[in-house]
């Protein structure tokens, strides 16, 4: 099946410093999306996009889909980005579904 | 509009019991997913439900078997508790093929 890997695996930051997390995949892929986890564990949606650059605030994603990888960005970084961010994304399957298949995730800690 | 709800929020059990979870989808969602996620790693996904049949079932014994009922609600179910199953259980609704959105979660401990 489709490997997804992510870095880094820890993250420290100060309050108001920019990051880049990345998402690589081994094989093509029909859809990608980042998640935040908050520590009650919700996974909270963040982006879908399986290719392209899209923006929220502070944050925006990147994915190159020829190249098998995704970037999420977060600018000013604020305590309540603390969490574990993951990506997952889709296989196009013959019969229907789509099951995502997560990345091992980066554990984000932002202090003041 | 309330989002994905699962009950219950926690579970302790012993080895070799039976539990069910339960799952609520999002008002306008027809598709129900269940995932895995032991600690320090990212979910796992077991199966996907739409129209009352499994449609996709992940790497998953037997032992977890799931239903979706008329409403699109969903149970998981899961036989003979191994020490191994103590873990967040997601749920994730979403219309068919589309964009998944997730429930809170139950966490389950088996001693």
């Known amino acids: 099946g489709i490997q997804v890997e992510q870095s880094p695996p820890d993250l420290i930051l100060q309050e108001g410093a920019n990051s880049t997390l990345r998402c690589n995949f081994s094989?093509?892929?029909?859809?990608l999306q980042w998640f935040h986890q908050n520590p009650w564990g919700q996974l909270i949606n963040l982006f879908y996009?399986?290719?392209g650059t899209k923006q929220n605030g502070r944050l925006s994603a990147t994915t190159v889909a020829t190249e098998r990888y995704s970037l999420l960005y977060i600018s000013s970084s604020q305590t309540t980005d603390s969490g574990v961010y993951f990506c997952a994304v889709e296989v196009l399957r013959t019969g229907g579904g789509n099951k995502l298949t997560f990345g091992t995730g980066t554990q984000l800690k932002v202090e003041l | 509009d309330a989002g994905v709800t699962q009950s219950p929020t926690h579970l302790i059990k012993t080895r070799g019991q039976q539990v069910t979870l339960r799952c609520s989808p999002k008002s306008g969602h027809d598709t129900v997913s269940w995932y895995q996620q032991a600690l320090g790693q990212g979910p796992q996904f077991i199966f996907q439900?739409?129209?009352?049949?499994?449609?996709q079932r992940g790497n998953f014994p037997d032992r977890f078997s799931g239903h979706q009922f008329p409403n699109y609600s969903s149970e998981l179910n899961v036989n003979a508790l191994l020490l191994g199953d103590s873990a967040l259980y997601l749920c994730a609704s979403s219309p068919w093929e589309e964009t998944q959105y997730f429930g809170p979660g139950t966490r389950l401990l088996v001693l």
């Open positions: 996009i399986p290719s």
């Open positions: 439900y739409y129209e009352e049949e499994e449609r």
């Open positions: 094989d093509s892929v029909n859809n």
